[in-house]
C-alpha cells in the first residue's frame, strides 16, 4: 500500500546527506511532538515539493563539498524554499552546502574539530534565545572543513573554542546552519538548539500526536481495502506485528485474517502466550498452524547461519502459501493484501545514504521485498507501522489497548532460536536446553526490575562441551551464553552491565536447574564490533 503523501503545514524534511547521526534528528523533533520524514538527500525536487515541508533540515555526512562526487540538494532547490518561504536549517556538511550554494566558501579547517568542544554564542539569535551573548556550552563536533567566508547576509551566530565558525544565520532568507551535531547527547543543550529554531525561528506548532497518526492509517486503510475484500498477516507474536495486526483489525474487522506458525523454534511456552494474548486479549482471528517437524526435518544437519536462515524463509513461505490457498477456498476468492509491520527504521536502513556507492531509493515509499513469496499471490502491502520508530510503535499500541506487559517485551529474531543454536539445532536437545537457560535469565531480569532498563536479552547455546564437578562428579557437558545489550534502536547496541551477585544468581540457577549445563559465560561485545545475535 502506497503510503499516504504528508501535506502538513509543519512537516520537518531532513536531506540525508550520509550522516551516521541523521536518523537522530528524526526521533528528536519527533519527541518535540513535530512530525518529521527523512529521505535522500539527492532526491529530486518533485519528491521535495509534494511532501510540501515547513521546514528541511540538510544533514550531515562523511563528504567534502569540494569532492567531485559530493551529493547535494536537487537544482532548483534554493528557489524554490525562497519562493515558498520554507525555513531551511543544514548541520555540519549542510552548513557547508548552504555556505558552498549561496556563494560563501568552505575550505579545509586549519584544525580539525572531532568530539566534545565548547562554543561562544557571539550574536542574539532565535537559534540560542535562552542564553544571549556571551554563553557556553559544549557540542559534539566533527568535521575537517570549515566556513571561512559566508555568503553575503549571513552572520557568524556563534565560534568554537578554536575560533571556527559554529552557528550561522540569514533571518532574512530563512538560513540558519550549526556547524556542530545537535541532535546527539553529547550535545547537551542541543535539544534546546532544535526546539527553539523549531518553536520560536519558524513558528511550528508542536501537535503531532500518537492518536491523530491512528486514525488517519485507519482512513487510509478503509480508503484502499474495498468492503469485500480480505487481509492476511503473518504473527510473529512479536510487538510490530502484533501492533500492525490491531490496528488493521480495528479498521476492517474479520475480513484480516492472521496466521501464527509454530515452527519448532520458539521459546519456552511462547505458542500457549501469545495464542491466549490473541485470541482473548486483542480478539484477534488467528490461525495456529503447526510446522514444527516440517522446519526442523530441514533444518537437521544444517550449521551455517545463512542456509539456517534460506531454509526457514522457505518453509514460512510455504506454510504461509499453503494457508492463502485454504483461505482462499474457504472465503471463496484470493486475499488482496499483506499485512507486514515493517518499521522506519527499516526504511531509512534500505535506502543507503548518497555517495555510499550503494544504490538507494529517492523516495520514502519504497516497499521492502517480502521475501520470496510467490508471484501468483500478487498481495498489495499494508505497512501501517512504516513511518514509526519502535518506541512509538509501542505508544500507538497502548492506545490500541495492546497489554503493556507485552508491548515492552525485546526483540526476537525472525528465524528465532535457530540463530541463537549455534550449529545443528536439532543436534541433542540443544532447543530445549536453551529454552530453559533463556526462561531462567529473562524471568531473573524480570524479578530484579531490570528488564524494561534492557534492550534485548536472551541465551545462546554453544556448540562446545566444558569439563565440570556436579553432584560430586566429573561432567562433561554443554555452555551457554548470556547477553543482554542497552540500545535506542537496534543500529548500535552496548552491553549491560549486571552486578556481579546478579550474574552469580543466575549461573547457579542455570547450571542447578538445568540438566546438561555445567558452565555459564557472558557476552560483553558492544555493536559494532559484533552484531546483537551471534548469527
Known amino acids: ?79 524554490y524554499v525562497e519562493s515558498n518561504g520554507i525555513f531551511v536549517l543544514g548541520i555540519c556538511y549542510g552548513l557547508q552546502l548552504i555556505v558552498q550554494k549561496l556563494g560563501g566558501v568552505v575550505d579545509i579547517g586549519e584544525k580539525q574539530e572531532y568530539g566534545r568542544m565548547e562554543i561562544e554564542v557571539l550574536k542574539e539569535s532565535g537559534l540560542y534565545k535562552s542564553g544571549g551573548v556571551g554563553s557556553k556550552q559544549s557540542v559534539w563536533m566533527s568535521h575537517g572543513d570549515e566556513a571561512v567566508k559566508l555568503p553575503e547576509g549571513f552572520s557568524v551566530v556563534a565560534k568554537s573554542q578554536q575560533g571556527s565558525v559554529a552557528a550561522i544565520e540569514n533571518p532574512a532568507r530563512r538560513f540558519y546552519g550549526l556547524q556542530y551535531h545537535p541532535e546527539v547527547t553529547h550535545s547537551p543543550e542541543g535539544m534546546v538548539t532544535l526546539s527553539n529554531f523549531l518553536l520560536n525561528v519558524c513558528g511550528i506548532v508542536p501537535e503531532w500526536k500518537m492518536e491523530d497518526v491512528l486514525e488517519e492509517e485507519i482512513k487510509v486503510i478503509r480508503q484502499v481495502v474495498a468492503d469485500d475484500d480480505h487481509v492476511i498477516c503473518a504473527l510473529s507474536g512479536g510487538v510490530d506485528s502484533t501492533v500492525a495486526a490491531t490496528l488493521v483489525h480495528r479498521a476492517i474487522g474479520d475480513r484480516l485474517h492472521c496466521v501464527f506458525v509454530d515452527n519448532g523454534l520458539l521459546r519456552y511456552k511462547e505458542q500457549e502466550r501469545v495464542m491466549q494474548l490473541f485470541e482473548k486479549d486483542l480478539h484477534l482471528p488467528v490461525t495456529c498452524v503447526d510446522a514444527v517437524e516440517k522446519f526442523l526435518g530441514e533444518l537437521k544437519g544444517v550449521v551455517d547461519p545463512e542456509k539456517k536462515r534460506k531454509i526457514i524463509g522457505k518453509e514460512f513461505i510455504t506454510v504461509f502459501d499453503e494457508f492463502a490457498t485454504k483461505l482462499e477456498k474457504e472465503i471463496g476468492k484470493k486475499p488482496a493484501f499483506l499485512v507486514q509491520g515493517t518499521l522506519y527504521p527499516d526504511v531509512i536502513e534500505s535506502c543507503p545514504p548518497p555517495g555510499s556507492g550503494r544504490s538507494h531509493s529517492h523516495t520514502i515509499k519504497s516497499h521492502h521485498n517480502v521475501g520470496g513469496l510467490p508471484k501468483d499471490m500478487k498481495l498489495k502491502l499494508i505497512e501501517p507501522l512504516k513511518l514509526l520508530f519502535k518506541d512509538e510503535v509501542r505508544e500507538l499500541g497502548k492506545i490500541l489497548n495492546v497489554p503493556e506487559g507485552f508491548l515492552k517485551r525485546h526483540p526476537f529474531p525472525g528465524p528465532g532460536l535457530a540463530v541463537r543454536v549455534l550449529g545443528d539445532v536439532t543436534d541433542g536437545n540443544a532447543l530445549e536446553i536453551l529454552r530453559q537457560v533463556d526462561e531462567i535469565f529473562i524471568e531473573s531480569i524480570k524479578e530484579a526490575g531490570l528488564y524494561d532498563s534492557i534492550w534485548q536479552a536472551f541465551a545462546v547455546f554453544l556448540p562446545i562441551r566444558s569439563v565440570g564437578v556436579q553432584g560430586d562428579q566429573r561432567t562433561h557437558s554443554h555452555v551457554v551464553a548470556l547477553r543482554a545489550v542497552t540500545s535506542q534502536d537496534g543500529m548500535t547496541a552496548d552491553w549491560y552491565n549486571f552486578e556481579h551477585k546478579f550474574l552469580d544468581d543466575v549461573s547457579r540457577k542455570i547450571c542447578n536447574s538445568v540438566r546438561g549445563v555445567n558452565r555459564v559465560v557472558q557476552d560483553i561485545t558492544s555493536k559494532p564490533p559484533s552484531t546483537i545475535e551471534w548469527e
Open 1 to 79: 500500500m502506497e503510503t499516504p503523501t504528508p501535506k502538513s503545514t509543519n512537516l520537518v524534511l531532513i536531506l540525508d546527506f550520509g550522516s551516521q547521526y541523521t536518523h537522530l534528528i528524526t526521533r528528536r523533533i519527533r519527541k518535540l511532538s513535530i512530525f518529521s520524514l527523512c529521505i535522500s538527500g539527492t532526491s529530486s525536487l518533485k519528491t521535495i515539493t509534494d511532501l510540501n515541508p515547513k521546514v528541511i533540515i540538510l544533514s550531515g555526512g562523511p563528504h567534502s563539498v569540494h569532492s567531485e562526487d559530493a551529493p547535494t540538494f536537487p537544482q532548483g532547490f534554493i528557489e
